[in-house]
């Protein structure tokens, strides 16, 4: 299932805020956030130069939504060191997509921003 165009920009105002406010203007060469939309999925993404060849960019998971349709229900995950997705268990699912966004801002165990 693909986003709606409003449903789109939704996303773009919640999330990509988050990953805007996240972002460092001074360090945006060094350090930035994006997310990236695939079918119902949103992830969010830290994205640093590689610390080897600084011409190269690596990506590193911060946390993956999924909207069930069907359920109208967002889910939350976060990424553990092994790169597997795991539920959040603080909040792990919503109807709205603003109070997922705040327990991810608000990291209250270090799981998405460290």
């Known amino acids: 299932m693909a986003f709606s165009e409003f449903e ?3 996303i773009d105002k919640v999330i990509g805020g988050l990953c805007r406010e996240k972002t460092p203007d001074t360090l945006r060469d060094r350090l930035r956030y994006d997310y990236l939309v695939r079918d119902n999925e949103v ?3 830290e994205i640093r130069p590689h610390w080897k060849d600084p011409q190269k ?4 998971g911060v946390a993956r939504l999924i909207y069930v349709s ?3 229900l967002w889910t939350l995950y976060w990424q553990r060191v092994n ?3 795991v539920p959040y268990e603080s909040h ?3 109807r709205v997509l603003d109070a997922l966004i705040k327990e991810v801002n608000k990291d209250a165990f270090g799981v998405f921003f460290g």
């Open 8 to 10: 789109l920009k939704r």
């Open 70 to 72: 069907d359920q109208q």
């Open 43 to 45: 992830f969010i993404t």
């Open 57 to 60: 960019k690596t990506e590193t």
């Open 92 to 94: 792990f699912e919503d």
């Open 83 to 85: 790169l597997q997705w």
